[in-house]
């Protein structure tokens, strides 16, 4: 691009950066959840390394790519402060490579054991710092979601669902990954259903307390062993859902469009 084009296209995703940011604070402060602060994933999966630098340059370091390659380019490309966050399909195979990239900070769709275990194994041996795994919880059930099964108060035997025992697993073989929390995507139409209680957001809050009573039970409330002093964090809430999400007690909201404007694949 044009260095002029290139000014007014930061000029316009900064003033949308800026409008998100403080959509976020507002929502957060009239969220009925415990914390009072949220993290703003900025997604920038189809989009230039120049759109990241003009976010960056104003402070914003979380970045979320949903694809292995992209990612690895992009962070070559842009400083190693970012924080990438992992959003995209996770195939076993592709483990490796994205464990290299050293500024890796969290997969937020992880959904098997297989992949946590490649995960561990293949974190660069200077690599000092844990890698966030966030499970991918599918709390519509549509068949175009991945994620596991997500849990519930009834639910009989909590120990023997599979998102528990992959829970298990990264806490106990793992050393590398911390477990941090879940993630959902969601129903379309639960998100334009604006005003009422998106059931999502409201089933992933439910698996993660489920969830929590359980790890509590077999490993205990330690800082190191799992969460974040026995807490589990929600990734929940895009561009058209985020404020209902954080409303909803969401941790970690992403938002690409509303950011970058609409994406064209490549
Ligand atoms: C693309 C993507 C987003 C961002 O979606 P927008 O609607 O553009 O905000 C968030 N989460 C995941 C998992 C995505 O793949």
């Avoid at 999502?200 to 190191?224: C, H, N, P, S, W």
Wanted: net charge neutral.
């Amino acid at each position: 691009m044009a260095t002029q084009d290139l000014a007014t296209r930061s000029a316009e995703i900064l003033e949308n950066l800026t409008e998100i940011r403080s959509r976020v604070q507002q929502a957060v402060s009239s969220s009925s959840g415990s914390s009072k602060s949220a993290t703003l994933v900025a997604v920038s999966k189809y989009k230039p390394a120049s759109d990241i630098q003009a976010c960056f340059t104003d402070g914003q370091i979380d970045f979320g790519e949903n694809y292995v390659q992209e990612l690895e380019d992009k962070a070559k490309a842009l400083p190693t402060e970012i924080r990438w966050h992992f959003i995209g399909t996770l195939q076993s195979n592709k483990a490796k490579v994205l464990a290299a990239i050293p500024n890796l900070y969290s997969v937020q769709t992880l959904t098997s054991i297989k992949a946590a275990t490649g995960l561990n194994k293949s974190l660069p041996p200077e690599r000092t710092a844990p890698l966030n795994i966030l499970i991918q919880v599918n709390t519509s059930g549509e068949d175009s979601k991945s994620g596991l099964g997500p849990l519930r108060a009834d639910t009989k035997d909590v120990a023997a669902a599979e998102l528990t025992q992959l829970a298990r697993h990264i806490i106990k073989e793992c050393p590398r990954l911390r477990l941090q929390g879940l993630m959902t995507i969601g129903a379309l139409e639960q998100s334009l259903n604006a005003g009422n209680e998106n059931a999502d957001f409201e089933r992933l809050k439910e698996t993660r307390d489920v969830l929590i009573k359980a790890l509590a039970e077999e490993f205990g409330v330690g800082v190191d062993k799992w969460g974040e002093h026995g807490r589990l964090l929600l990734s929940m809430g895009m561009s058209s859902d985020f404020e209902a999400a954080l409303t909803a007690g969401s941790d970690i909201v992403r938002v690409g469009t509303g950011i970058f404007g609409t994406r064209h694949k490549k």
